[in-house]
């Protein structure tokens, strides 16, 4: 059974900061990792996906990196904006049927 | 383009009372859609999940229930709420296994 951890459960940095948050998983025969916001009552918004034959996907400010071997994937976000405050959870598929485990998320505040 | 709907976005039902949360899904044909629950602080618990019209696979036990009786409806049902059938549940949709995600609805069970 696949399980995704994301540490740390919440992230405090000030404006303009580099950070990394990391995803961890179990099984490393995943078909893709997605990442994920959420706003506080809000339904997911998709950020980035890397498929299993991909090392990383770049949209703007945010990286996205993935070791399946080692069963890790990092979100790497440039530049950090209040804006970016949002929780960030890590999403993975065994299968291309779409069925995804998801972690915890990190929650991120960026304080101005 | 895909756009996802569900509705009611809350809803405050008491214990013992039927459910029925609605998702449809504009601009795509015979998408994969799921239901999804996430608790507080929590990440998401993937409850039903459908491959095409009548097809429902059930992920977890429960008081719950899923139907889906058009390409692009999919529905969350019960019978009978329990106090434990409290979260928020969110509709997704899958194109060659990326997923999105509809606005979600928030039960609440008193």
């Known amino acids: 059974k696949q399980e995704v951890t994301q540490i740390p459960a919440a992230l405090s940095v000030p404006e303009g900061e580099n950070l990394v948050l990391n995803c961890s998983f179990t099984d490393s025969a995943i078909y893709n990792l997605q990442w994920f916001r959420q706003d506080p009552g809000k339904g997911l918004t998709s950020l980035l996906l890397i498929q299993s034959s991909q090392r990383e996907q770049t949209s703007g400010r945010l990286n996205a990196s993935l070791d399946k071997s080692s069963g890790r994937s990092t979100l790497y976000i440039a530049a950090s904006q209040p804006g970016d405050s949002a929780t960030y959870l890590c999403a993975v598929s065994n299968t291309n049927a779409g069925k995804s485990t998801f972690g915890d998320g990190t929650t991120l505040t960026v304080k101005p | 383009s895909q756009t996802i709907h569900q509705w009611p976005a809350t809803l405050v039902q008491p214990v013992g009372s039927p459910l029925s949360l609605e998702c449809t899904v504009e601009?795509?044909?015979?998408?994969?859609l799921y239901w999804y629950r996430q608790a507080a602080g929590r990440g998401l618990q993937l409850l039903f999940y459908s491959v095409g019209i009548g097809q429902i696979s059930s992920e977890v036990p429960q008081n719950l229930s899923a139907s889906r009786p058009q390409d692009r409806q999919f529905i969350l049902s019960s019978k009978k709420l329990l106090l434990s059938d409290s979260g928020f549940y969110l509709c997704a949709w899958s194109l060659r296994g990326e997923q999105f995600f509809g606005p979600g609805t928030r039960l609440t069970v008193l």
């Open positions: 601009g795509t044909s015979n998408p994969n």
